[in-house]
């Protein structure tokens, strides 16, 4: 059996509200809290704990899109947005700012689940995305950093480049590090030596 998915829903409309929560009770979602804006999102966020951020308002104003990207980039969570009226540049800038579901004159009780649904598998599916971009980051760098401690094993030690791998390759074993860690590590001591 999974655990019920928990919802911190954001809506200044008593009436708007009770629909979104019939919507969540409806879909099995238990509701942690529901708050009248997006003020202080990011500590709200880290106490709470939430899986989902639900919005539901008229239209998003800056400073809450805003406070949707701070809560992005420090508290990420998928974000479910909800809105009576829309334009272009709020809908880009929502989406830029980590919004993962954007639904425009789209709330009624039996939508809330769909809506939801979607926020987290686009969020999960960038997440992973961005989490492979990083890898691959890491692994360019590290890479890069391998090779520069094998041109200074060659230079220094008169070592072919096989040769020079190798030596890096034992070496992380015999420390139970990676190479690109010991690669860095010996890089950083060649630059301190050469002062």
Known sequence: MTKALSVLLIDDNPARAEIVQAGLAAAGYRLLARLDGTQDLISRVRDLEPDVVVVSIDSPSRDTIEDMRRTTDQAPRPIA???????????????????????????????????????????????????????????????????????????????????????????????????????????????????
Do not use: C, H, W
Not at 97 to 108: F, N
Not at 111 to 118: A, E, K, L, M
């Open 81 to 195: 947005l909800f809105v009576d009226d829309s334009d272009p540049a709020t809908i880009a800038a929502a989406i830029d700012a980590g919004v993962s579901a954007y639904v425009v004159k789209g709330v009624a009780q039996d939508r809330v689940r769909p809506v939801v649904d979607v926020a987290v598998a686009q969020f999960n599916r960038y997440q992973a995305m961005r989490e492979e971009l990083d890898r691959t980051r890491l692994s360019l760098v590290e890479r890069k950093t391998i090779d520069r401690a094998k041109g200074l094993l060659m230079e220094q030690r008169g070592l072919g480049e096989e040769a020079a791998y190798r030596l890096l390759r034992k070496l992380a074993m015999d420390q139970n590090k990676r190479i690109g860690e010991v690669a860095r590590d010996f890089v950083t001591y060649a630059r301190v030596l050469k002062g």
